[in-house]
DNA sequence: CTGAAAGCGCTTACAG
DNA sequence: CTGAAAGCGCTTACAG
């Protein structure tokens, strides 16, 4: 079953491909009779233009890809909506991929978009520079966001880790918490890496305790979350505090206080990265780090779509906002350390 | 900046191009002379084959759709995993849409998405079977995952929604509910439907109380989740156990019944349709109507691959679960009617 | 305003 | 085993 092409509608139409094409296309000089005629055979004949043969010869797509690491994760489901949504405005139609938090498949997703030629390249990505040579030697537009890599000369939409996490180990410490324990993002992450150092200079400004044992680290999935939990709360000395670096490992974390009957809030302080949903679930709230992740994957492709036009954008760091709620009281209140 | 072609690397091997186009695609009997010549040049090139010229020539693009009305319901991000896991184990990129529950907006992306020429798609369609001519004519090879079209014949891979439903309301009345609020879900989707008429039926089955009040119509996103629990508690003599159809429903009405400080578990029983994971965030553990996302997505990508290959797979409905925890304590155990 | 022709980058019978 | 040539479905200078 061969579908219709333009040459079936051109003949339908009585005219010839490269009429039909301009009316199609809506280009240029067309006659009254034609367009009539291109577009009732057109539509009789149901034709759908074929997009391979169209950016073969345009060298336009009009599609971007979308590299994440794990779409399982709120913050990046978060993203891609909004990603997806701010390029549809622009025309553009998103090709997603997800890394799994695998390298591998990663360079294969980066592959493989390039293949298809996309118009520009929208990713949080791991590892170093030298893995990602093939966007870095500029083949493609590409920005990144939310993560990293150094040494890229790519124009970034990150968010203020580094303040994010100094204000939520201030205000731990400014409610008497002295043993804060930590669940880290995989080193591996220019994010992980990031909060974690924010975390340490924190810890030693606020003259909290430096325990290394008080430093768990994940891999930001929830798993990983509920065993950081149960090894900080195993703690001979555990913490009364508890921070964890994304989403997924508070969802993790806050599992395992609620299996040990542990109460947030009177029992154990709790702050979690990254400002979801699902947090509604938790009662009483948790006190989070939040972003504005809508402003994030509009960015991104605001600045993918000026790469393209061939302007140089510049990055832009997007503030973080400590929103304290029921998950932190003071110690006052009842957090017996 | 013109990318580097099969020519270039045929002149650079001293070959012609289509010795170079047989040697990279592995194709047939090719010289160690020329294999080694035509590696090497394309290595040095950098040379990335583009996608879009293959597939004018072949039929096939080695990419399937998926059409998804919500990334950010969980429910759905885990299937969006699930089934790009499984395409790639088959060799296909997955390109993914989110119809964001609005008619228009999947009607555009299935547009796009034949025109991308995909050599297949997954949907979880909303609207009738009208409203989808183009994959209905048979214009490419389609599976209805988790929702379907009624009239559409398209293998599909659903839940049994009505056990479901029906195993939840029986726990319930067995419990000695006779007052259940029902958050349902838009009735332009087959889930929505079928699950109120499953509600209701069980409703009648089980004695239970069948004023019309206690269902509140939402959308399947977490805001009308919330307005359905304010609704059904506000109700002149509210009920004491809601059942919502889906998890980001459960999640807006959760967050509500926290807001109010009404203890779940104790002052309401609370039953979600789909266990996600963030759903460990809630004390004490909410009571669910499971599935098997994992399996669904697979089976899409299978039933697909045969369609794909010409054969005509059977549909399949996969078994709902009801897993009991303690938002639905008996009510002797302290809840007041 | 319109058509004939060339060409985008690849693949594949067809000869040899 | 290999090359010349045709063709996938479109678009776009080039003439007219």
Do not use: W
């Amino acid at each position: 079953m061969r579908s219709t092409t333009i040459k079936d509608v051109a003949e339908r139409a009585g005219v010839s491909a490269a009429t039909a094409s301009r009316v199609l296309s809506g280009h240029s000089a067309t006659s009254e009779d034609a367009r009539l005629a291109v577009r009732t055979a057109a539509e009789e004949l149901g034709f759908r233009p074929n997009a391979q043969a169209r950016s073969l010869r345009k060298t336009s797509t009009q599609t971007i890809g979308l590299l994440l690491p794990d779409i399982r994760n709120p913050f990046f489901a978060d993203l891609a909506h909004a990603v997806e949504q701010r390029a549809r405005e622009f025309g553009y139609l998103t090709l997603f991929g997800n890394a799994n938090e695998s390298q591998e498949q990663q360079d294969s997703y980066v592959d493989v978009m390039l293949s298809q030629r996309v118009d520009g390249l929208i990713a949080a990505p791991q590892g170093e520079a030298r893995d990602l040579s093939g966007l870095l030697a500029g083949e493609v537009p590409t920005v990144f966001v939310d993560r990293v890599v150094d040494g890229a000369e790519v124009p970034t939409v990150t968010a203020d880790n580094a303040g994010g996490i100094a204000d939520a180990v201030r205000h731990l410490a400014a409610l008497g918490h002295t043993r804060i324990g930590y669940i880290a993002g995989p080193q591996a992450t220019s994010t992980g890496r990031e909060r974690l150092e924010a975390f340490r200079a924190a810890v030693v400004e606020t003259g909290s305790d430096q325990d290394a044992d008080l430093v768990y680290f994940g891999d930001f999935q929830s798993a990983s979350g509920a065993a950081g939990a149960r090894f900080l709360l195993d703690l001979a000395v555990p913490p009364a505090a508890l921070l964890a670096a994304d989403s997924l490992m508070s969802i993790g974390a806050v599992g395992v206080c609620n299996e040990r009957m542990l109460s947030i809030g009177s029992d154990l302080a709790f702050v979690a990265y990254d400002d979801i949903e699902a947090f509604t679930l938790v009662n009483p709230a948790l006190t989070v780090i939040a972003h504005d992740v809508h402003a994030m994957g509009r960015l991104a492709v605001d600045l993918l779509i000026a790469e393209i036009a061939g302007e140089s954008p510049q990055s832009v760091v997007l503030p973080s906002r400590l929103i304290i709620r029921g998950s932190t009281p003071s110690l006052s209140e009842g957090n017996p350390v």
